[in-house]
């Protein structure tokens, strides 16, 4: 069911945009009123705050109640309208988790006015339930949402007085919210952690995680028939696993040694003019998305690889490992060459000097010198790059294979962690089975890999940095 | 340069010679190092760039045409009795008229000889369904156009749109020499040609057996040895003889050759008219009509047409390819810009999909990236570079919004499902969710591009304001974030090139779903641009590959504009302190 | 070079030693600043040669010509006729990589490489091909260590890092990673600016230890530096060479009105 979208529409007009029309409105009577209560107490006395603050204190005071109210009954009514209309249906079909989500689909549909499809009648007294529910609960919204706004000002305006420190109230307001702002970061990665360990411990009473762990074969699709249970030894990651880091290998050696070498000529040989022309040339393929870098490698690359292959005598397969590797490869060029950049240009200067002031030529200089100062900094360019081609989710889906092979010939189909997020959980999926849960045990596997690379490579960079500035 | 004494009491009592041939040696070796050190720096930058031109070439090559169509300009009669039988003009009547009926009329005029069914019904395939609605709306749009005749613009299939594309590099012509002499009429014509006017096209044909023979042979050469198995014997056996069959076909270089669909189709145009050859000797052929030339016996200006593809390998078989180079002779087809594919949504049809839907879903759900992640992301910048107490919260702060940015990107995906579907239960497949999950996925780059924004911002500003009396608030918001905003603006012009271009989290939340229709709120199911590409790139037909590169093309272009944007920006705001 | 002809020597360095380097001449620009104007000066073998001047004077730059150091600046140009042992040194033909080999520079700020003590000292010699092998190069580090009057400070922990070291004692590194190539010429460029004046007194006794196997040339701003480890000292001013002349001679009864000035800390 729509979250948000509680309340159907009353004139053609999204109730929702109503309310906030309203609480907008009020609020800037609000800091009109405020605003010119204050100008005129500081002609006859000296205010501590500018009348501004007093008017933006009562704004905040008057929307932030109101918003309050719009979201914790948004929120309330939700819950409500689907307990009641669940109440009003057939409890055969309440029992059944399909269906019964398919049926909270279609109420919402025609609760909202969109075309269902299918006999809906016997859904007709849930729909009205609902109905009747979100009517109830929207005047509710609207009484409180007033009574709050109304009370938020009355308060502001009481407030306004030769010695309130309006300023310093409404800063500290701004304070947290800005703290707030930067606290969704942090609840991000808790969301991440939580989405993901959650229902990977759920998966993990249906497959034993060491058979997770060490199992050799994967064909999830095995798993969900009604005669076989989640323990049926298809979860096994271990094909997953070389899969992912054959492509990743591929990768990193087309990737290492060219983005090293292009950072290298970048910041030490190339003419300001060379710099102007090839810097554009790195940044454009970095930000072709990976969507066309994956058309790419499944329509122009792949196949060439396999005529290649044929006219040397050797099998390909059309979905080759080497094709998105190399073509994955090229996509981390840029990352790894303006990283190492970044590191070869940190480097100062005076260790150049002192070597060239000893005779060095200037690729003894490189290799002597500068890149095992900089090595820290190209080590941790090479990790977040590794965990770049791990992560790496659409040129894998579109030029690498389904099938698990475990094998490390290039020229085989493999197929990754990403390749098998994307294949599972697109479409339509159960909530519960153990084939849908494994999809999100591959993803905390997925996640943690790749943030222990980065935490390490991000703590290295870090103390490289400190080092020479 | 000679050794002056130099002559520290060192283990070497002699000073360094360097000009001693050894020395000379290293130093040259030495060159030639450096030498090579810096060609393979070069070289990595060349690989790089000769990548992307590749890259981008095969883009632009397979995508270009996908901006134009082909359509056949036929005189359409509006019969008043196929789409207004009851004469009430009436739109909804109108729109129930049989406007197929329409083109069909149109198609039999052009070709008359196209009779039974099957004929008939390849013939309507030439003309997409698309027409059949162009045609609708003509008429609904004016319905003064019942009744008369027009020359109307009708969509090809995209089958016959790729044959046009292709026509010259499938199609080889050859102007025929000498008179021709037709004999016997409809399936079983006679062409004989004085003077060996076919000897040309039977030593082809005798080539193309030649290539088959060799395929022949080199199966033949991958089967195991002999007697291992019965199966593989007969096999052995039967590529043998069909081997053998062949050559002796290739070497009597006069033998008539029985032409099927497995070899390439030879087709004589006659003036008007298109004869497919099925049996071809150095003189005579023997042939079928396809479209009837004008009555003649005796014909002195024709052409031999080569379709160098198989008609069993071909999606247009060679009745239709004579239809549409008859038409393309007449002049009635004509190549124009493929407004549909901006106009449309996506379509089952390749010749009918366009991005209209995706363009508009981007749209949506960028906009709700924006909206969320501007706010946010440079309310959290100001609060870390500026309000923040030097801590270790913060500091873990810092840490986590740095690795966010490295976390891949289907993992947020993973959120949207189970947080934003799952446990909010938003709408699936739904601009709003794609927004919210694209906002997370770009706000780390945002509050890193800002802080580094403001942190350039040299603090003598910020003293100043203080100086005068401003609070701290005041000189950030009124000082500091002015001067930061340039840069702000181009940090988020980045992460927002960067959201336009995502895929993969847009999966996890349903947005692959087929849509047909124009999403017009963020909460009606939508596809965005790189789904959408996506999408049709995993469709086998080749028309949809070029659709997808065309799909391509805009992709890139939007975020061409979009980093020329930001790189104008940075340019016209750049500040040296 | 013998097949250079004998410079004519000006009348007032009749005095000075068989010079090492002859400067004629000198112009350097920095894409359109013009740093060194018409600088010509003898440094003579075997000694301590100061260049004397307030701070962006060009006693740097010219320091950095002598090496050919001002190469590795793209903008920068220098014109004139500069010649060591009466070879030029910008002629087309010559090496800088041997150049450097034979001019070792001591720079302003300690820089040692981010490795061991001993591989610092060794990457010249390994460089170049004074070695062959472990033993040779062993001795040649532990010579120059000793040289430059570190080896007893270091002699037990060669395997750490050259950055662990004291500002003072890596400068001493960094002198001892210059000797260990055995130049003819060593340049130093305010070797002392960034150290304090413990380490800074046992840099200037080493300096005047080295100074009878080397020709040695100094950038200095401190006066009193200069008189107390050059034999002759060179003053510069907006990029010309004021006067230069044995040390006392200079510090005593300098010719030039703007000498004296400096020296008697009128500016600077």
């Given at each position: 069911m729509a979250g948000l979208d509680l309340t159907g529409r009353i004139g053609g007009v999204d109730v929702s945009i109503i309310y906030f029309s309203l609480l907008l409105l009020m609020s800037a009577c609000a800091y009109v009123l405020a605003r010119g209560r204050a100008a005129e107490g500081a002609r006859d006395r000296s205010f501590h705050s500018r009348p501004t603050y007093h008017g933006l204190l009562a704004f905040s005071t008057v929307a932030l109640p109101m918003f309050a109210v719009f979201v914790a009954g948004a929120f309330l009514t939700q819950l409500v309208a689907e307990r009641q209309a669940l109440a009003a249906l057939d409890p055969a079909l309440v029992a059944d988790s399909l269906r019964r989500g398919a049926a909270l689909r279609q109420i919402a549909d025609i609760l909202s006015g969109r075309p269902v499809s299918g006999d809906v009648s016997a859904l007709a007294a849930a729909v009205d339930t609902a109905r009747s529910v979100r009517q109830i609960a929207a005047a509710a919204i609207y009484a409180l949402g007033l009574a709050a706004g109304v009370a938020g000002l009355l308060f502001a305006l009481r407030r306004i007085t030769p010695d309130f420190k309006a300023r310093n109230s409404f800063e500290r307001l701004v304070s947290i919210v800005l703290m707030l702002c930067a606290g969704i970061a942090v609840l991000t990665t808790v969301g991440i952690v939580f989405s993901v360990v959650f229902e990977t411990f759920r998966f993990f009473q249906r497959v034993p995680p060491l058979e997770f762990l060490t199992g050799t074969h994967w064909s999830p699709q095995t798993a969900i028939r009604a005669d076989q249970g989640g323990s049926s030894g298809a979860f096994g990651i271990v094909p997953l696993l070389t899969g992912t880091?054959?492509?990743?290998?591929?990768?990193?050696?087309?990737?290492?040694?060219?983005?090293?070498?292009?950072?290298?000529?970048?910041?030490?040989?190339?003419?300001?003019?060379?710099?102007?022309?090839?810097?554009?040339?790195?940044?454009?393929?970095?930000?072709?998305?990976?969507?066309?870098?994956?058309?790419?490698?499944?329509?122009?690359?792949?196949?060439?690889?396999?005529?290649?292959?044929?006219?040397?005598?050797?099998?390909?397969?059309?979905?080759?490992?080497?094709?998105?590797?190399?073509?994955?490869?090229?996509?981390?060029?840029?990352?790894?060459?303006?990283?190492?950049?970044?590191?070869?240009?940190?480097?100062?200067?005076?260790?150049?000097?002192?070597?060239?002031?000893?005779?060095?030529?200037?690729?003894?200089?490189?290799?002597?010198?500068?890149?095992?100062?900089?090595?820290?900094?190209?080590?941790?360019?090479?990790?977040?790059?590794?965990?770049?081609?791990?992560?790496?989710?659409?040129?894998?889906?579109?030029?690498?294979?389904?099938?698990?092979?475990?094998?490390?010939?290039?020229?085989?189909?493999?197929?990754?962690?990403?390749?098998?997020?994307?294949?599972?959980?697109?479409?339509?999926?159960?909530?519960?089975?153990?084939?849908?849960?494994?999809?999100?045990?591959?993803?905390?596997?997925?996640?943690?890999?790749?943030?222990?690379?980065?935490?390490?490579?991000?703590?290295?960079?870090?103390?490289?940095?400190?080092?020479?500035? | 340069m000679t050794d002056t004494a130099l002559a520290p009491p060192m283990t070497r009592s002699a000073g360094v010679d360097f000009d001693s041939t050894e020395a000379r040696e290293l130093l040259k070796r030495r060159y030639r190092a450096e030498a090579r050190f810096k060609a393979l720096g070069l070289l990595a930058v060349l690989v790089t760039a000769a990548f992307l031109a590749f890259l981008l070439v095969d883009i632009l090559r397979k995508g270009i045409p996908s901006f134009f169509e082909h359509r056949a300009t036929l005189t359409v009669n509006f019969d008043a009795a196929l789409i207004d039988p009851k004469g009430t003009r009436d739109p909804a009547d109108l729109r129930e008229g049989d406007y197929q009926a329409l083109v069909r009329a149109a198609l039999q005029s052009q070709f008359p000889e196209a009779q039974d069914r099957r004929t008939r019904r390849a013939l309507d395939g030439m003309i997409s369904s698309g027409a059949v609605d162009d045609l609708r709306q003509a008429v609904l749009a004016n319905p003064g156009l019942i009744g008369q005749s027009r020359v109307m613009p009708l969509l090809f299939s995209s089958d016959a749109d790729l044959f046009l594309r292709q026509r010259d590099t499938l199609i080889t012509r050859r102007t025929g020499s000498g008179p021709l002499r037709v004999e016997g009429e409809s399936n079983a014509v006679t062409l004989r040609g004085g003077g060996a006017a076919f000897r040309a096209a039977l030593a082809e044909s005798k080539t193309f057996l030649a290539e088959r023979r060799r395929a022949l042979l080199a199966e033949l050469a991958t089967l195991p040895a002999a007697g291992s198995n019965a199966g593989v014997d007969t096999k052995r056996t039967e590529l043998e003889q069909a081997a053998a069959s062949i050559q002796a076909r290739i070497a009597d270089a006069n033998a008539p050759e029985t032409l099927t669909d497995r070899e390439p189709s030879l087709l004589v145009a006659i003036g008007d008219g298109i004869l497919k050859i099925t049996e071809i000797g150095a003189n005579e052929?023997?042939?079928?009509?396809?479209?009837?030339?004008?009555?003649?016996?005796?014909?002195?200006?024709?052409?031999?047409?080569?379709?160098?593809?198989?008609?069993?390998?071909?999606?247009?078989n060679d009745n239709v390819s004579a239809?549409?180079?008859?038409?393309?002779?007449?002049?009635?087809?004509?190549?124009?810009?493929?407004?549909?594919?901006?106009?449309?949504?996506?379509?089952?049809?390749?010749?009918?999909?366009?991005?209209?839907?995706?363009?508009?879903?981007?749209?949506?759900?960028?906009?709700?990236?924006?909206?969320?992640?501007?706010?946010?992301?440079?309310?959290?910048?100001?609060?870390?570079?500026?309000?923040?107490?030097?801590?270790?919260?913060?500091?873990?702060?810092?840490?986590?919004?740095?690795?966010?940015?490295?976390?891949?990107?289907?993992?947020?995906?993973?959120?949207?499902?189970?947080?934003?579907?799952?446990?909010?239960?938003?709408?699936?497949?739904?601009?709003?969710?794609?927004?919210?999950?694209?906002?997370?996925?770009?706000?780390?780059?945002?509050?890193?591009?800002?802080?580094?924004?403001?942190?350039?911002?040299?603090?003598?500003?910020?003293?100043?304001?203080?100086?005068?009396?401003?609070?701290?608030?005041?000189?950030?918001?009124?000082?500091?974030?002015?001067?930061?905003?340039?840069?702000?603006?181009?940090?988020?012009?980045?992460?927002?090139?960067?959201?336009?271009?995502?895929?993969?989290?847009?999966?996890?939340?349903?947005?692959?779903?087929?849509?047909?229709?124009?999403?017009?709120?963020?909460?009606?199911?939508?596809?965005?641009l790189p789904v959408q590409i996506f999408l049709w790139s995993d469709l086998p037909e080749l028309a949809f590959q070029s659709r997808t590169a065309g799909a391509i093309i805009v992709l890139l272009g939007f975020l061409l504009v979009m980093n020329a944007a930001a790189v104008i920006l940075r340019r016209m705001f750049e500040r040296r302190w | 070079m013998n097949d250079i002809a004998p410079l004519a020597v000006p009348p007032e360095q009749a005095d000075a030693p068989r010079p090492k380097i002859t400067a004629r001449n000198i112009n350097v620009h920095y894409g359109e600043k013009h740093a060194l104007k018409d600088v010509s000066v003898d440094v003579p073998e075997k000694g301590v040669m100061a260049f004397i001047g307030p701070s962006g004077c060009g006693k740097s730059t010219f320091l950095r010509c002598i090496n050919r150091m001002n190469d590795t600046i793209p903008i920068c140009r220098v014109t004139g006729d500069l010649r060591m042992d009466g070879r030029d040194i910008y002629e087309p033909g010559l090496d800088p990589v041997l150049l450097r080999a034979r001019v070792g520079m001591v720079f302003q700020k300690p820089n040692p490489f981010p490795k061991s003590i001993y591989e610092n000292v060794a990457y010249g010699p390994r460089l170049h091909g004074l070695a062959g092998d472990k033993t040779e190069i062993d001795e040649i580090v532990v010579s120059a260590l000793k040289k430059a009057s570190l080896f007893e400070e270091v002699k037990d922990r060669l395997k750490d890092s050259g950055t662990s070291l004291s500002g003072g004692q890596q400068q001493r590194l960094c002198i001892a990673r210059a000797i260990a190539v055995r130049p003819q010429v060593i340049l130093m460029d305010e070797p002392c600016s960034a150290l304090d004046p413990i380490a800074t007194a046992k840099i200037e006794e080493l300096i005047d230890e080295l100074r009878t196997n080397f020709t040695i040339v100094i950038v200095t701003h401190s006066m009193q530096q200069a008189a107390r480890v050059s034999q002759r000292t060179a003053f510069f001013h907006l990029g010309k060479l004021i006067e230069d002349g044995v040390t006392d001679q200079i510090f005593m009864n300098p010719r030039h009105e703007l000498t004296r000035n400096y020296i008697t800390g009128r500016f600077g």
């Open positions: 880091l054959l492509i990743s290998t591929i990768a990193m050696l087309v990737a290492g040694p060219i983005g090293l070498f292009a950072a290298i000529y970048m910041a030490e040989y190339a003419s300001p003019r060379f710099r102007a022309i090839a810097k554009p040339v790195l940044e454009i393929l970095a930000g072709i998305p990976t969507v066309v870098l994956g058309f790419f490698a499944a329509l122009t690359v792949a196949p060439l690889i396999r005529v290649a292959g044929q006219s040397l005598g050797l099998d390909v397969a059309s979905e080759s490992a080497l094709a998105a590797g190399l073509v994955m490869g090229m996509m981390i060029i840029p990352f790894v060459s303006s990283l190492s950049d970044d590191v070869i240009t940190a480097v100062p200067q005076s260790l150049r000097d002192g070597s060239f002031g000893l005779g060095a030529t200037k690729s003894e200089t490189i290799k002597r010198v500068i890149l095992p100062a900089a090595l820290p900094g190209i080590v941790s360019a090479f990790m977040l790059a590794i965990s770049r081609a791990v992560g790496e989710t659409m040129i894998v889906v579109m030029a690498a294979g389904l099938a698990a092979n475990l094998t490390f010939n290039p020229l085989d189909a493999v197929t990754t962690f990403t390749v098998q997020i994307k294949t599972i959980l697109v479409g339509d999926q159960e909530f519960d089975s153990a084939k849908t849960l494994a999809a999100f045990a591959l993803g905390f596997v997925l996640f943690f890999f790749t943030l222990t690379l980065n935490v390490i490579a991000l703590a290295i960079i870090r103390r490289y940095r400190e080092q020479y500035d | 052929a023997k042939a079928t009509t396809l479209i009837a030339p004008k009555p003649g016996s005796i014909i002195t200006e024709w052409s031999l047409l080569t379709l160098r593809v198989p008609e069993t390998n071909r999606r247009v239809w549409l180079e008859i038409l393309a002779q007449r002049g009635l087809t004509e190549r124009a810009f493929n407004a549909r594919f901006f106009q449309n949504g996506d379509s089952r049809e390749p010749e009918l999909a366009g991005i209209r839907g995706a363009l508009i879903g981007s749209a949506l759900t960028l906009m709700v990236t924006l909206l969320l992640c501007v706010p946010i992301g440079v309310a959290a910048a100001i609060y870390l570079e500026e309000f923040a107490p030097k801590n270790r919260f913060t500091d873990l702060l810092e840490v986590n919004i740095n690795n966010l940015a490295a976390v891949p990107s289907i993992v947020f995906g993973l959120l949207g499902l189970a947080v934003f579907l799952n446990a909010f239960d938003l709408p699936r497949s739904a601009p709003l969710v794609g927004g919210l999950v694209l906002a997370l996925l770009v706000l780390p780059t945002i509050i890193i591009a800002s802080r580094a924004a403001l942190k350039a911002v040299p603090p003598s500003i910020k003293e100043a304001a203080l100086g005068v009396g401003a609070s701290h608030q005041q000189a950030v918001f009124h000082h500091v974030l002015p001067l930061a905003m340039p840069g702000i603006m181009t940090g988020t012009i980045i992460g927002m090139a960067h959201a336009l271009g995502e895929t993969a989290p847009l999966l996890m939340i349903g947005m692959v779903a087929f849509i047909v229709d124009i999403p017009g709120a963020i909460t009606e199911a939508a596809t965005v | -």
